[in-house]
């Protein structure tokens, strides 16, 4: 059973920098595309970074383009995988829960920005930008 535990969220101030990580196991995380979103309170759960399974695909969102950076491992055990999110300058509306999410049935080249499009999920990672 696919598992994805997130971490490296806290608190920095406006123009800082942080680090998240996503720890994938279970699954044959090499032919995943991976993706990292954000939900804000009140606010729908919106795509912010993915990458393809070749890393030949990395799409962003238009607000963070620039800012973030999505990487994943190519770690020998296609069981185990991590995805990262560097996030700098950051500003108060990057404040969010933060969710890293795979999408199993991505084909070698694909970046889905749709929530739908990803099987599994972890429990997100907060994340608190002050001004």
């Known amino acids: 059973q696919v598992q994805l535990v997130e971490s490296g969220g806290g608190l920095v101030q406006g123009g800082g920098s942080l680090r998240l990580s996503c720890a994938g196991s279970g699954g044959t995380f090499s032919r995943y595309a991976m993706a990292w979103f954000r939900q804000a309170p009140g606010k729908e759960r919106e795509f912010v970074a993915g990458?393809?399974?070749?890393?030949?695909?990395?799409?962003?969102?238009?607000s963070v383009k620039g800012r973030f950076t999505i990487s994943r491992d190519a770690s020998r055990d296609a069981t185990k995988h991590t995805v990262y999110l560097q996030m700098n300058s950051l500003k108060s509306e990057d404040t969010a829960v933060y969710y890293c999410?795979?999408?199993?049935?991505?084909?070698?080249?694909?970046?889905?920005?749709?929530?739908?499009?990803?099987?599994?999920w972890g429990q997100g990672t907060q994340v608190t930008v002050s001004s």
């Open positions: 990458i393809s399974w070749t890393r030949t695909t990395i799409d962003y969102a238009d």
């Open positions: 999410a795979a999408d199993q049935s991505a084909d070698w080249s694909s970046v889905s920005i749709g929530r739908s499009s990803y099987d599994s």
